[in-house]
């Protein structure tokens, strides 16, 4: 069991959902990258999501495209990410899982297996390869499976349900399902659809389903509860965080307003 099955198994006994933050690497850059998943890990979120920086994300809206380009105007490398992501794993205990959220042109680039154990070494618990279809992952399942890594896929709401078959047979560690057609981004409230969606999920597998794209506050949380087990914040965080960039915030007021969010999201995913 990896350790993502076992906070899903954990979250599930005690009924709760899973919260799990999205942080970019290297925005404004990794040092801060570093504080922000400790301030996350003390806020009690129980897995976070590291963006690697791509010039061209598949479904990434803008706040983290612009997070993106900025991590990379200052020559960010694959092998800086990693090694601050193994020194934070090495210095901070009970870190929980860590996810790669990376595109298949970066790991591909560097040879699936050097990434994927460069990966494992880091600290990562699991990959998301947006742009690696589930019909042609069957490679990259096993190259993460031999490094007991967990590849997770995603589903979207325009996903048949043949297709879905074959993304579920294919995941490992929970299911990402989007929550609408589209980019991510802060949304004013989640579609009717996805309930239905979810539901049927539910009655296909026994992976957790986390859902994330457009949750952005406390209270969209609720009318998840039932249906998924985990929810991924992504631009709200980020928009935090680029407040340092853009000049309007000190690091430190940033980071605090990040851990004040993620701490309201976990409170809620809690049931507090």
């Known amino acids: 069991m990896s350790t993502i099955d076992e906070t899903f198994a954990r979250l599930r006994s005690q009924r709760r959902m899973a919260f799990m933050p999205f942080v970019t690497a290297g925005d404004p850059d990794l040092q801060v990258t570093k504080r922000v998943i400790r301030e996350l890990a003390l806020r009690g979120v129980d897995l976070i999501e590291v963006g690697f920086p791509y010039s ?136 009717v659809e996805l309930r239905e969606q979810l539901s049927w999920l539910k009655s296909q597998t026994q992976l957790p389903l986390a859902v994330g794209f457009g949750i952005s506050r406390p209270d969209q949380i609720a009318g998840l509860r039932g249906l998924a087990d985990g929810v991924i914040v992504g631009s709200a965080l980020v928009r935090q965080i680029a407040a340092i960039s853009e000049q309007q915030t000190p690091v430190d007021s940033a980071i605090a307003s990040a851990g004040k969010l993620a701490a309201e999201m976990v409170a809620e995913c809690r049931g507090a």
Do not use: W
Request: glycine share 8%.
């Open 56 to 191: 061209d994300p598949i479904a990434d809206g803008p706040v983290i495209q612009a997070s993106y380009s900025r991590a990379l105007a200052k020559h960010l490398h694959v092998n800086e990410i990693f090694e601050e992501i193994a020194g934070l794993t090495r210095e901070t205990a009970l870190l929980p899982p860590l996810v790669a959220m990376v595109a298949y042109a970066i790991a591909f680039r560097s040879g699936p297996d050097k990434f994927v154990h460069a990966a494992r070494e880091a600290g990562f618990a699991g990959l998301i390869i947006p742009d690696l279809p589930a019909d042609e992952a069957d490679d990259m399942s096993g190259v993460a499976a031999a490094h007991d890594l967990d590849l997770v896929q995603l589903i979207a709401p325009t996903t048949t349900p043949a297709r879905a078959g074959r993304i579920l047979e294919s995941s490992r560690g929970f299911l990402y399902c989007v929550s609408v057609a589209g980019t991510t981004g802060v949304r004013a409230q989640l579609p």
